[in-house]
């Protein structure tokens, strides 16, 4: 299947539109936007809380580990629901597959509450 150039005309055409617009829309809301600063409105707003501190204060590492322990195992539990809705069509390779799945996720599982991961007073 040969493609000509000209099959690929809606595309770019779809595509300098879009661009054109981002660019037109950015530089008129900059030109026509009120421009009045003061000291109350350049401070940082965060949530209706007063700003109070440094930004570089130390955080625990525990709190990172649990956050990306938590989008890991919930995106492999992701991954569970096609295969609910298929069990039937799937027979048993798709189980025996499963049933390897879960392992792996257990195996990993296991290895994080080993090494402490989930233990916070340490």
């Not at 003061?38 to 965060?46: A, C, T």
Request: overall charge neutral; aromatic content about 16%; some cysteine.
């Amino acid at each position: 299947m040969n493609y000509l150039p000209s099959d690929y005309l809606p595309i770019i055409v779809q595509l300098v539109l879009a661009l054109g617009f981002i660019v037109i829309t950015m530089l008129v809301t900059h030109n026509i936007g009120p421009k009045r600063n003061s000291k109350l409105k350049d401070e940082p707003f965060e949530c209706g809380i007063e700003a109070k501190g440094d930004a570089r204060t130390p955080i625990s590492i525990k709190y990172f580990l649990v956050a990306i322990l938590f989008v890991l195992f919930d995106v492999e539990v992701i991954f569970m629901y096609p295969w609910a809705v298929n069990f039937k069509k799937l027979g048993l390779f798709g189980f025996g597959e499963m049933i390897l799945f879960m392992g792996l996720l257990l195996a990993g599982f296991y290895y994080i509450i080993k090494k402490g991961v989930l233990e916070w007073e340490k």
